[in-house]
């Protein structure tokens, strides 16, 4: 019988695959294993690989233009997956599903950033905007704007977010102090703040569970 010489499948497809052998796929070309490894081992990991700023990926032995727009894709591809989730008018009710969107678009901001999402009556998503940027000290947050975009928006409720670039996702004082400032300016205008989420590595933190919105 003739030995069977084509190519080896996983049997549990790409999940079989180690991340260096994903990312060879995704790299192609000759060498692309060792690539791959090399890659992989300067950037410690998948997470630091795909942070990294084109620049950086350039001037990496074996990445052309080609490779390294194939590997700046795949974030965008997922964020946009979950954008169009979001834009098909997703109920946000479940604080494990807000948090899984709000770490995938937080966490690996370089600065602190403020963002919210906007809801209906229903907690559909309307909008995700990010309204304040900034050091990785802290960013300044202004209730009247996000009150402002929240009636831009038609909003009936919002939740809030923001990351922690140094990774620990515990609510500050000043996290607590401006939720309290948040959720009274937009009670006047009979809009309610469900939520407001801290990002840091790990899982996200939401305030309105430990009592604090």
């Given at each position: 019988?003739?030995?069977?010489?084509?190519?080896?499948?996983?049997?549990?497809g790409?999940?079989?695959?180690?991340?260096?052998?994903?990312?060879a796929?995704?790299?192609?070309?000759?060498?692309?294993?060792?690539?791959?490894?090399?890659l992989?081992?300067?950037?410690?990991?998948?997470?630091?690989?795909?942070?990294?700023?084109?620049?950086?990926?350039?001037?990496?032995?074996?990445?052309?233009?080609?490779?390294?727009?194939?590997?700046?894709?795949?974030?965008?591809?997922?964020?946009r997956?979950?954008?169009?989730?979001?834009?098909?008018?997703?109920?946000?009710?479940?604080?494990?599903?807000?948090?899984?969107?709000?770490?995938?678009?937080?966490?690996?901001?370089?600065?602190?950033?403020?963002?919210?999402?906007?809801?209906?009556?229903?907690?559909?998503?309307?909008?995700?905007?990010?309204?304040f940027r900034?050091?990785?000290d802290g960013?300044?947050?202004?209730p009247?704007?996000?009150?402002?975009?929240?009636?831009?928006?038609?909003?009936?409720?919002?939740?809030?977010?923001?990351?922690?670039?140094?990774?620990?996702?515990?609510?500050?004082?000043?996290?607590?102090?401006?939720?309290?400032?948040?959720?009274?300016?937009?009670?006047?205008?009979?809009?309610?703040?469900?939520?407001?989420?801290?990002?840091?590595?790990?899982?996200?933190?939401?305030?309105?569970?430990?009592?604090?919105?």
């Amino acid at each position: 019988m003739e030995p069977d010489r084509s190519p080896a499948r996983p049997i549990n497809g790409a999940a079989a695959l180690s991340d260096a052998d994903l990312l060879a796929r995704l790299l192609g070309g000759r060498g692309a294993n060792a690539v791959a490894r090399a890659l992989l081992g300067h950037y410690g990991g998948l997470r630091g690989l795909f942070r990294a700023p084109a620049p950086s990926l350039l001037v990496r032995r074996g990445l052309g233009p080609a490779a390294t727009g194939r590997l700046l894709a795949v974030p965008e591809l997922a964020r946009r997956c979950l954008d169009e989730e979001l834009a098909r008018g997703q109920a946000m009710e479940s604080p494990d599903t807000t948090g899984d969107y709000l770490r995938f678009v937080l966490r690996d901001q370089p600065h602190e950033v403020f963002a919210c999402l906007f809801l209906d009556t229903r907690h559909r998503v309307i909008a995700y905007e990010e309204l304040f940027r900034g050091t990785i000290d802290g960013a300044t947050v202004y209730p009247r704007v996000v009150a402002e975009t929240a009636l831009r928006h038609g909003a009936a409720a919002v939740i809030a977010a923001h990351n922690h670039p140094s990774g620990l996702a515990e609510p500050s004082l000043a996290d607590q102090a401006i939720t309290r400032r948040l959720k009274d300016a937009l009670a006047l205008l009979d809009i309610r703040l469900l939520d407001h989420f801290v990002v840091g590595d790990g899982a996200p933190v939401s305030m309105a569970a430990r009592g604090m919105v």
